[in-house]
């Protein structure tokens, strides 16, 4: 049996159709110039916008209260593309 997390979140569902609105792709383009070449990879650009705007529109105001969060909920991950 194969575990397809988007089989999983309702079509109506916020976080979905917002996904299905909005494309951030051009964030790799505006914060390429931002992004060392050598060492650690640093966070996918998308993922952090991302991330702050699941944070505002869920009012959340700590960096560790927002991990905490987002890894409860599926449909947040989905929006992420984790």
């Given at each position: 049996m194969n575990f397809q997390l988007s089989?999983?979140?309702p079509k109506d569902n916020f976080y979905r159709r917002l996904k299905?609105?909005?494309?951030?792709h051009f964030?790799?383009?505006?914060?390429?110039?931002?992004?060392?070449?050598?060492?650690?990879k640093s966070i996918d650009p998308?993922?952090?916008f991302k991330s702050m705007l699941v944070s505002y529109l869920e009012n959340i105001l700590y960096d560790r209260k927002l991990i905490d969060f987002v890894s409860m909920r599926l449909d947040i991950l989905?929006?992420?593309?984790?």
């Open positions: 089989q999983r979140i299905g609105i909005l494309d951030f964030l790799y383009k505006m914060a390429e110039p931002y992004y060392g070449k050598e060492g650690q998308v993922v952090f989905y929006f992420l593309n984790y």
